[in-house]
């Protein structure tokens, strides 16, 4: 089993990413009234739930209205 210090490297990278795309998705939601599906609720919660990559990803993939 590789020690934590090991990883480090691999994995402060990985979470300063995934904060950055959860607050860069969550503002995005807030300031913007028009989805391609669904609604400002529906996102905010996908977006929360799926916090590990995968909802601010289906957000800007399925969700955005194209501007």
């Known amino acids: 089993m590789p020690d934590v210090k090991e990883l480090l490297p691999f994995i402060v990278p990985l979470i300063i990413l ?7 998705s969550i503002r995005h939601i807030l300031t913007h009234d ?13 977006v929360i739930v799926g916090m590990e990559f995968i909802g601010p990803i289906l957000y800007f993939l399925l969700g955005k209205e194209d501007s």
Not at 34 to 42: D, E, F, I
Request: aromatic share 16%.
């Open 34 to 46: 028009t989805y391609k599906r669904g609604s400002r609720v529906m996102w905010l919660v996908i």
């Open 18 to 24: 995934e904060i950055a795309l959860l607050i860069f």
